[in-house]
């Protein structure tokens, strides 16, 4: 793999939500930034967080598709 020398930076081709402006997504080594493009203001996450926070979502749809199948099956008896 190759390591990041200098950042990447990508606009989103939609606008996001009632802010109809899009979202500039910024790679760094250990970090990714986002910002509203045409202002300053950016939020970083490191990569690691953004990752848990994948994880948890993944977790808790199979956790919620498990207990709608015990659902079902309770109510199938």
């Given at each position: 793999m190759t390591t990041f020398s ?41 990569v690691n967080h953004v990752m ?26």
């Amino acid at each position: 793999m190759t390591t990041f020398s200098r950042p990447v930076r990508r606009v989103t081709l939609e606008p996001y939500r009632h802010f109809r402006r899009p979202i500039v997504v910024s790679l760094y080594a250990d970090t990714i930034s986002l910002r509203l493009k045409g202002t300053r203001s950016a939020y970083e996450l490191p990569v690691n967080h953004v990752m848990d926070y994948a994880l948890r979502i993944e977790a808790a749809r199979i956790q919620r598709e498990k207990q709608a199948r015990r659902k079902a099956r309770r109510l199938a008896r």
